[in-house]
């Protein structure tokens, strides 16, 4: 079975970090694009990073300097590091996986996703 996993959600203050875990078991996730999204009450989901099969990474412009995403390939696991949390990145996350063609996996909008987890919530709050 097919599944992919996230944890490392939970409740901070602003200013302060967390690092979000997404594991994939059934696939080898390094063969894959992987994009983070998250989804605040009330809003559409949007796309926040991803990093591509090759190691291409992007970020939203909302994110990006806070955020980082990473692999670990032995691990079969793909982390978003945030950082200098603020009250508006409160959301639920969810990570995805897009499997490659042709052995390429770039990063892609959200509807070319073949797999996504459950969420996690973050809260960022005092």
């Known amino acids: 079975q097919l599944q992919l996993v996230e944890s490392g959600g939970g409740l901070v203050q602003p200013g302060g970090s967390l690092r979000l875990s997404c594991a994939a078991s059934?696939?080898?996730?390094?063969?894959?694009?992987v994009g983070w999204f998250r989804q605040a009450p009330g809003k559409e989901r949007e796309e926040i990073s991803c990093?591509?099969?090759?190691?291409?990474?992007d970020y939203a412009t909302s994110v990006k300097g806070r955020f980082t995403i990473s692999r670990d390939n032995a691990k079969n696991t793909v982390y978003l590091k945030m950082n200098s949390l603020k009250p508006e990145d409160t959301a639920v996350y969810y990570c995805?996986?897009?499997?490659?063609?042709?052995?390429?996996?770039?990063?892609?909008?959200?509807?070319?996703?073949?797999?996504w987890g459950q969420g996690t919530q973050v809260t960022v709050s005092s």
């Open positions: 995805a996986a897009r499997a490659p063609v042709a052995g390429y996996a770039p990063c892609v909008p959200e509807y070319e996703y073949d797999y």
């Open positions: 059934g696939f080898t996730l390094d063969y894959y694009a």
């Open positions: 990093i591509s099969n090759a190691g291409n990474t």
